[in-house]
């Protein structure tokens, strides 16, 4: 596997998208995978509001917190090969 690919489809780090810089970005899947910290306490709302116009914009988010990408990453990654999965037989 290449750095930054998982099954043969690139992820950028830090990607700008509309007024918004997304965690991890695949632009062949228009897949967000966002990483919720600290830094988001007390910003759901705003984290809603954002959710809500990249989604309008097309595009498929999914979220999880730091502590499953920290303790739980083999649920975490197959969660985003499901996601993957699920997009290529359509």
């Known amino acids: 596997m290449k750095k ?3 099954l043969g489809y690139d992820f ?3 990607k700008p998208l509309d007024k918004y810089i997304v965690d991890f970005y ?5 897949l967000i995978i ?7 306490n ?3 709302e705003y984290d809603q509001k954002r ?5 309008n914009h097309g595009f498929k988010i999914l979220r999880f917190t730091e502590h499953e990408v920290q303790k ?3 649920d975490v990654l197959t969660i ?4 993957i999965h699920e997009y290529t037989s359509r």
């Not at 966002?34 to 988001?40: F, K, L, T």
């Open 12 to 14: 950028h780090r830090q």
């Open 72 to 74: 739980k990453i083999g």
């Open 51 to 55: 959710q809500k116009e990249l989604e």
């Open 80 to 83: 985003i090969l499901s996601f």
């Open 42 to 44: 007390d910003k759901s």
């Open 26 to 30: 695949c632009q062949k899947l228009k």
């Open 4 to 6: 930054k690919q998982l």
């Open 34 to 40: 966002e990483i919720d910290g600290v830094s988001h």
